[in-house]
Nanobody, 115 residues
């Protein structure tokens, strides 16, 4: 069982920045694909960005150029830098760790962007 814990959410004004962190347990973190998802009230959970074990990244069109995903395998941590935040970025942000057919989710961290 992989434990996944997010942190770094909060309240920020439009145009501001936040950095989310996600720590996943396990000795093979370097092999995980790590992803950030978000879910706004009344909406489905959507992929924001992910990063493979080879550090290949993928972003939702809505966040390209504003958000950056990165990983530090020595710290078992993946980061999501959120810049130029918009009110529509308000959501609970979830981290997912996956390897093969298995996926593990964190409890989420709230990001609220005020206009």
């Amino acid at each position: 069982q992989v434990q996944v814990v997010e942190s770094g959410g909060g309240l920020v004004q439009a145009g501001g920045s936040l950095r989310l962190s996600c720590v996943a347990s396990g000795s093979i973190f370097r092999l995980y694909t790590m992803g950030w998802f978000r879910q706004a009230p009344g909406k489905q959970r959507e992929l924001v960005a992910d990063i493979t074990s080879r550090a290949s990244t993928n972003y939702a069109d809505s966040v390209k150029g504003r958000f950056t995903i990165s990983r530090d395998n020595a710290k078992n941590t993946v980061y999501l830098q959120l810049n130029s935040l918009k009110p529509e970025d308000t959501a609970v942000y979830y981290c997912r760790s996956s390897i093969g057919p298995k996926s593990y989710w964190g409890q989420g961290t709230q990001v609220t962007v005020s206009s």
